[in-house]
């Protein structure tokens, strides 16, 4: 179970509800994991999947960020925006980018995770497409991250997969597509 703020909902429009015919469309553009160390972090969506920072600073100089955040007056938190690649392997990938927000102290409380390959109701769950599982197992293998489940191959053999976790336990399932065989 994680913290996440997710600034947007599901990427399809739906009805508000039953007897409602309006129309609200809503597309996930970012999640936001909160994170005790944010320069482990960054380190580890870069060297590990090729991540890149589109934005890095500090957030809640203005009131309505002190409430969204729940800051104190004259707090800041630091923000970081990652992007992805979003072409490989001969294919166009819609990709989400990856937030990371640490607070000014440690007064916030770490969630427990769960152990291994077990997980927990409202734990968050990233989905990254590579286009070189073995050179992202390898590098996990090298900052001493878990795999916490796989390698294994599923779709006829066209895919290989991976669980492992982030340095704050977000859990990360690593999918690479290739040409059905």
Request: glycine share 8%; no cysteine; aromatic share 6%.
């Amino acid at each position: 179970m994680r913290a996440v703020l997710a600034f947007a909902a599901l990427a399809a429009a739906a009805p508000l509800a039953a007897d409602d015919d309006r129309q609200v469309a809503t597309a996930m553009v970012r999640a936001t994991f909160v994170v005790r160390d944010i320069d482990r972090s960054v380190a580890f969506y870069r060297d590990v999947f090729g991540y890149t920072v589109r934005y890095d600073g500090k957030i809640g100089s203005t009131p309505e960020n002190r409430v969204l955040l729940a800051l104190r007056p004259g707090e800041d938190a630091r923000f970081v925006i990652l992007d992805g690649e979003r072409t490989f392997s001969g294919r166009d990938h819609s990709t989400v980018g990856i937030g990371l927000l640490a607070f000014p102290d440690d007064r916030k409380p770490r969630l427990k995770q769960p152990r291994g390959n077990q997980f927990a109701y409202g734990q968050a769950m990233l989905a990254l497409m590579t286009s070189d599982i073995a050179a992202v197992i390898e590098r996990l293998r090298e900052r001493g991250a878990p795999i916490l489940a796989g390698p294994v191959h599923g779709h006829g053999g066209s895919e290989t997969e991976i669980v492992t976790s982030d340095p704050d336990g977000t859990r990360i399932h690593v999918v690479e597509q290739r040409e059905s065989l």
